[in-house]
């Protein structure tokens, strides 16, 4: 009887403490995606105030730029143009200055973030170049940046380990 209860209760244990440790991996892995998005919710605060600063208006004629230019324009081409509200008289003005009129515009508000997004007349090619879409393009190498700094460790002897 002895020696059926012995592997029986080895058995029992193997499998508690897998689960425990599974459990645990688990866990840490839920803790560990907590502070990566906490860091990008303090990354997207920080882009939001980026929005008041002298540097964005830049930033917002080279999206506009960038955009426009990905759709291959030729000239006399017509363009429906998003941009934030509080962006849409500026960039109206400038339309003209970075194209030299040889293309023509209408400008919508969108509700995003910042930057624009760029659609032929057609409605049947779109260039998303808003602060939001960078961000998700990058999300995956800034999500294993983020993780990397985050949860490096340091040994005694000087060798760099991660959980």
Not at 49 to 66: A, I
Not at 109 to 115: Q, R
């Amino acid at each position: 009887m002895k020696n059926r209860i012995e592997p029986e209760k080895l058995l029992m244990r193997r499998r508690i403490i897998g689960k425990a440790v599974m459990d645990g991996r688990r866990l840490l892995i839920l803790a560990k995606n907590d502070l990566i998005n906490e860091a990008f919710s303090r990354a997207i605060e920080k882009l939001e105030r980026f929005r008041e600063s002298e540097e964005y208006e830049k930033f917002l004629v080279k999206c506009f730029r960038e955009a426009v230019e990905a759709m291959n324009p030729s000239n006399g081409d017509e363009f429906i143009v998003y941009v934030n509200r509080r962006d849409l008289d500026l960039l109206e003005k400038k339309a003209g200055e970075i194209f030299k009129h040889s293309l023509r515009f209408k400008f919508r508000e969108g509700d995003f973030m910042g930057g624009v997004i760029v659609m032929d007349s057609s409605g049947k090619r779109i260039f998303y170049n808003t602060i939001e879409s960078r961000l998700e393009s990058l999300r995956p190498i800034l999500r294993e940046k983020v993780a990397s700094m985050l949860f490096k460790e340091v040994r005694m002897g000087g060798e760099d380990r991660r959980d």
